[in-house]
């Protein structure tokens, strides 16, 4: 058997939200290892904190306690701007409503990321032409998200979310508000880009027709993880 | 540059606000640049002073006139170093309404007190030896049509000849210029020669109008002045002199504050912009929170998404304000045009340009630094989530 390194080393983080008084602990003592090239979907009803645990690891939120480790980074202890360069580098993000700028044609939504890079122009324009080809959307490059289907704003939104080529990919709810056969081929990409191009991928989903696309799940419920991760 | 895209696409993500918003502020600045004109105008003659020159006029009055005398009086000041005469003719041309300026002059003493006015060597020769000469402003020449060599018949409000006609003729024998367009207004005038003038004039022979005076050192200026005043008085025609600046000044102030009235309808005009333009931009930015989040969760520092904001806020100051000072800018000849030449010319220098990028530059921090820390502020979690 092949030794695979962790990617992510979750260590007793917990979150905790503050509401005027109120303080509300989302995680509790949260411990999870992602290995490299790993596809994880983390499941749980409303409010059992996936979101907020797929937050911290792709450096949207830090944690209240504990440590989260990415590769050879404590993400936890970096200051906002090093964690922003961070995400930058390392992170590509997918989120449910896809959340491209609705000003900007899909080619330019795709090269925001690498305005964050040394890139000449034509290269940011090759780079973007390229994963546009990868999701299968080159001839949709000029069109704005309005112009798009729901389905082809996702695959847009993930394009730009690989344009960069980071090592993880964090997806929240990617097929949420897409019908089941659209959903399907946005996960099948997903996991083409798992299975194909070695990306790491956490993807929260209610879903579990979308959670059988990862490699294993993991259940989360009221803060805390209910099982030990099984292999899908 | 690699920005600007994203600048351009933040900014017109509503095209029709975004138009409307530009309209206002080019409004606004082709205002400030034509209002500008109009003070910068009214100020050059204190502008474009010589700090060297004083102007000395009877104590009481400037209509009052001085004897001629005077001037040998005022040659022998310490310190000064040219002395010029000029008197008011008060003339129109044709009709009423064409009125302009005619001074009787010593040619050759009063074009040395005025280095700033060019005039070719054979025009200032020919008006030194002609004493029926006179020499014209630019301006007022192509207005009129003149060209040198021809007779020009000028009528005088207050002087008539010894006939007692009030009609005159002179011979247009150059044209007066100026490099400087702040300079070019002083140049809207016809010079005539005070030898022939008082030789025909019917009264007020002897007299003339005031002097100018070049000194050595303009730190002198003030005792200077007060020497030659020293020499008159108890005299019946006492003097008073100052520098050329405060005389300017205090001529353009008989007409009204200039200045401030700008200076108020500017302020007025820039605070509703102001007003305006920082709502509009408070708005654009309070729509686009989520996409603010986005261009975070990519990895746009604070900082980035702040100057973002705050560079969209100068693009539209700088589209705005070019865009409106160049419309100043392209109205000047129109403007010019349409005056006749009865005011001095208007035009858009370099320093109203600077001015105006100060001001668009403050307009652009104000009504951008507000939007531009609520998006320095905003956290990723709570904007995606929709808090």
């Known amino acids: 058997m092949i030794a695979v390194a962790t990617l992510v080393e979750i260590r007793r983080v917990t979150k905790v939200y503050r509401r005027g008084r109120e303080r509300i602990e989302v995680l509790h003592g949260i411990d999870l290892d992602i290995p490299s090239g790993d596809f994880v979907a983390l499941m749980g009803p409303s409010g059992s904190g996936k979101t907020t645990l797929l937050n911290l690891i792709g450096g949207l939120d830090t944690p209240t306690g504990g440590s989260i480790t990415v590769g050879d980074r404590r993400i936890d202890q970096l200051s906002g701007g090093e964690l922003a360069a961070w995400r930058a580098a390392h992170v590509g993000f997918v989120f449910q409503f896809y959340n491209l700028l609705p000003a900007l044609s899909a080619q330019r939504n795709v090269e925001l990321p690498l305005l964050l890079t040394d890139l000449s122009a034509a290269e940011r324009r090759r780079h973007a032409r390229i994963a546009l080809t990868l999701v299968g959307l080159e001839d949709r490059a000029r069109h704005k998200p309005r112009e798009l289907s729901g389905g082809q704003e996702q695959r847009v939104a993930i394009a730009r979310a690989i344009v960069s080529d980071p090592t993880l990919l964090v997806c929240d709810e990617p097929t949420g508000d897409l019908d089941r056969a659209t959903a399907d081929e946005v996960l099948r990409l997903i996991q083409v880009l798992n299975h194909e191009h070695g990306k790491t991928v956490v993807m929260v989903t209610h879903d579990p027709k979308a959670a059988e696309y990862a490699r294993r799940r993991v259940h989360l419920d009221k803060g805390t993880m209910t099982a030990e991760p099984v292999p899908a | ?293 986005i261009l975070k969760t990519l990895g746009f520092s604070d900082g980035k998404v702040t100057a973002l904001v705050l560079a969209e806020a100068v693009l539209l100051l700088i589209l705005g304000g070019g865009i409106g000072m160049g419309a100043a800018v392209a109205a000047m000849p129109t403007l010019n045009g349409s005056t006749g030449g009865r005011f001095p010319p208007l035009f858009v220098g370099a320093e109203t340009w600077l001015l105006a990028a100060a001001v668009a530059a403050l307009v652009a921090l104000c009504i951008g630094l507000p939007p531009a820390l609520r998006a320095n502020r905003l956290k990723i979690v709570d904007a995606l989530s929709g808090h």
């Open chain 2, 1 to 293: 540059m690699r920005y600007l895209p994203l600048l351009w696409a933040g900014l017109f993500r509503k095209k029709a606000r975004t138009i409307l918003t530009l309209l206002s502020i080019v409004v606004a600045f082709a205002l400030f640049g034509l209002l500008q004109a109009v003070q910068v105008a009214f100020e050059s003659g204190a502008d474009t002073a010589d700090a060297k020159r004083l102007l000395t006029t009877a104590r009481y009055s400037i209509i009052e006139p001085l004897p001629m005398s005077y001037a040998r009086r005022i040659e022998q000041v310490p310190g000064v170093v040219g002395v010029a005469s000029a008197d008011w003719f008060g003339a129109k041309y044709q009709n009423e309404s064409n009125a302009f300026p005619v001074f009787a002059v010593d040619p050759a003493r009063y074009l040395d007190m005025y280095p700033e006015f060019t005039i070719t060597p054979a025009h200032r020769e020919a008006f030194a030896r002609t004493r029926t000469g006179a020499v014209a402003g630019k301006r007022l020449a192509d207005r009129f049509a003149w060209q040198v060599g021809q007779k020009l018949p000028i009528s005088s409000e207050i002087h008539p000849k010894t006939d007692g006609s009030l009609s005159w003729e002179f011979d247009l024998v150059g044209i007066l210029d100026a490099d400087d367009p702040a300079v070019r207004g002083n140049t809207d005038m016809v010079l005539i020669n005070v030898a022939y003038f008082d030789e025909a004039r019917q009264i007020g022979r002897g007299k003339t109008g005031w002097y100018i005076v070049r000194v050595a050192d303009s730190t002198q200026a003030r005792t200077i002045s007060a020497t030659i005043d020293g020499l008159f008085t108890n005299s019946p025609d006492e003097t008073k002199t100052q520098p050329e600046k405060e005389f300017a000044l205090g001529f353009a102030k008989q007409i009204g504050d200039i200045g401030a009235l700008v200076t108020r309808i500017l302020i007025a005009v820039f605070f509703t912009i102001l007003i305006l333009t920082g709502n509009t931009m408070a708005q654009s930015i309070r729509e686009r929170i989520p996409e603010l989040a």
